[in-house]
C-alpha cells in the first residue's frame, strides 16, 4: 500500500472522535488527500505489541473507495441514545490534494449504523439541489433526537446550515453571511498564517445544540464570530436565505 501510494502516513489524521456507550472508541480519517485506506475506524488493542490500532469499521469493505454502499469520505459522527451512529459521508474526496486531477465528485449522504453489529440502519443521501456534488464539504452534525432532526454545516464556498428531517427524509440548506468566512481573519502561529496563507480559510464548521433542543449555534473556521437561531424556522424549507440572516442572531466574538 506504500509502495502503489493507497497509504501515505503522512495524509492520514484523526478528525472525529467519538465514544459509544459500551465503550468503544470510534474515529474518522478524512479523504481530504490521497492515500487514506480507512476513512471510518475502531481503535482496537495492538495485536503486535503495546497500544492501539485502527480497525476499519464495521468491515474493510464498507471503506473501500469507488465501491457501490461503501463509505467514501467520514469526516463526523453522532451516538444517539439507541447506540446508532450517524455518520457523515462527504462524498467528495481529494479535494486538499494538490493535484486537481485527483478529485473525485460524489453525494454526500447520511449512515446510521448499529454500533454494536454494525449493521446499517438506514441511509439518506443529499439531494444534487441541496448540496452540489462539485463543490460540497458536509462537516459536522448534531442532533435533536426528540424531533428526529439533524442539524450540520457545509464548510467550503459561502458555507451553510443545513437541516435534515429523518421522519419525512427532506432536508434544505441556507447560505447568508452568517455562514460564511471574515477574509481578513488570521490566527498566527509563528510565521505561518491559518487563513491568508491559505489553509483555515473555512467558513461555518463548528456547530452545537441547545439541551432543549431549540437553539442551533455556529461559528467559522476563519473568523470568531459566534451565531445561533431558533430551529423552529429551520423546520421551515420555504424560509429564503434572506429570511434565515435576518433571524440569525450574531452573540459576539469567542
Same mark, same amino acid.
Not at 193 to 201: F, N, V
Given at each position: ?36 485506506? +480507512? +476513512? ?14 485502527? !480497525? ?6 464498507? $471503506? ?15 451516538? &444517539? ?7 457523515? =459521508? ?11 486531477? %485527483? ?10 449504523? &448499529?454500533?454494536?453489529?454494525? @449493521? ?7 439531494? $444534487? ?14 442532533? !435533536? ?8 454545516? $457545509?464548510?467550503? #464556498?459561502?458555507?451553510?446550515?443545513? #437541516?435534515? =428531517?429523518?421522519?419525512?427524509?427532506? +432536508?434544505?440548506?441556507?447560505?447568508? @453571511? ?11 502561529? =509563528? #510565521?505561518?498564517?491559518?487563513?491568508? &496563507? ?6 461555518? !464548521?463548528?456547530? @452545537? ?18 451565531? #445561533? ?6 423546520? !421551515?424549507? &420555504?424560509? %429564503?436565505?434572506?429570511?434565515?440572516? =435576518? ?8
Amino acid at each position: 500500500y506504500v509502495a502503489n501510494g493507497q497509504f501515505d502516513v503522512y495524509n492520514n489524521v484523526i478528525s472525529g472522535i467519538r465514544v459509544s456507550r459500551t465503550g468503544d472508541i470510534f474515529v474518522t480519517v478524512p479523504r481530504w488527500k490521497q492515500g487514506i485506506p +480507512s +476513512s471510518f475506524c475502531k481503535l482496537v488493542s495492538n495485536p503486535n505489541g503495546p497500544g492501539f490500532v485502527l !480497525d476499519p469499521w464495521p468491515n474493510w469493505e464498507f $471503506n473501500q473507495l469507488n465501491r457501490t454502499g461503501s463509505l467514501q469520505f467520514g469526516q463526523a459522527m453522532w451516538i &444517539d441514545s439507541s447506540n446508532n451512529m450517524w455518520i457523515i =459521508d462527504v462524498g467528495r474526496v481529494n479535494f486538499f490534494d494538490s493535484n486537481p486531477s %485527483s478529485v473525485v465528485n460524489g453525494a454526500p449522504m447520511i449512515y446510521i449504523l &448499529d454500533t454494536v453489529s454494525g @449493521a446499517v440502519q438506514s441511509t439518506y443521501t443529499f439531494p $444534487n439541489s441541496v448540496l452540489p456534488y462539485n463543490n460540497s464539504f458536509l462537516n459536522d452534525i448534531v442532533l !435533536d433526537e426528540g424531533s428526529g432532526w439533524a442539524y450540520l454545516t $457545509n464548510s467550503i #464556498a459561502a458555507g451553510g446550515i443545513l #437541516a435534515y =428531517d429523518n421522519n419525512t427524509r427532506r +432536508s434544505h440548506m441556507w447560505v447568508s @453571511a452568517s455562514t460564511g468566512r471574515n477574509a481578513s481573519f488570521d490566527v498566527c502561529v =509563528d #510565521a505561518y498564517c491559518y487563513g491568508t &496563507d491559505g489553509i483555515g480559510t473555512a467558513p461555518a !464548521d463548528g456547530i @452545537a445544540l441547545s439541551s432543549d433542543g431549540q437553539v442551533l449555534y455556529w461559528c467559522p473556521i476563519q473568523g470568531e464570530g459566534l451565531y #445561533a437561531i431558533n430551529t423552529t424556522y429551520l423546520h !421551515d424549507f &420555504d424560509m %429564503s436565505n434572506e429570511e434565515f440572516e =435576518d433571524k440569525t442572531v450574531y452573540l459576539g466574538c469567542l
